[in-house]
Nanobody
Framework: QVQLVESGGGLVQAGGSLRLSCAASRLTFSRYVMGWVRQAPGKERDVVSAISWSGGRTWYADSVKGRFTISRDNAKNTVYLQMNSLNPEDTALYYC?????????????????WGQGTQVTVSS
């Protein structure tokens, strides 16, 4: 069974940074598009960033463009999300998600596998 395990969340002040990691197992990681999806209380899950198999293509939601950077290390079966200039609106549960797809996916419903999530809280 596919496993995705996130880490790196926490409490940070506005303007600060966090780096999320997601370790994947029991899948051919290099064949999976990986995404970071967040869900704030009372809101739907939204993809904030996604990355292609090779890492050559990335996608960002407008709300995080220029502040967040997604990357992956296929040798380590790990995907990362570097988050800079955080603001309180970034507070959410952040999920790592994966889908076997030849193209980058930008809708949460497109993803087949999910981690348990890691909480990010940004104080003002």
């Amino acid at each position: 069974q596919v496993q995705l395990v996130e880490s790196g969340g926490g409490l940070v002040q506005a303007g600060g940074s966090l780096r999320l990691s997601c370790a994947a197992s029991r899948l051919t990681f290099s064949r999976y598009v990986m995404g970071w999806v967040r869900q704030a209380p009372g809101k739907e899950r939204d993809v904030v960033s996604a990355i292609s198999w090779s890492g050559g293509r990335t996608w960002y939601a407008d709300s995080v463009k220029g502040r967040f950077t997604i990357s992956r290390d296929n040798a380590k079966n790990t995907v990362y999300l570097q988050m800079n200039s955080l603001n309180p609106e970034d507070t959410a549960l952040y999920y790592c998600a994966g889908v076997n797809s030849p193209v980058v996916r930008t809708r949460a419903d497109d993803y087949d596998y999910w981690g348990q999530g890691t909480q990010v809280t940004v104080s003002s």
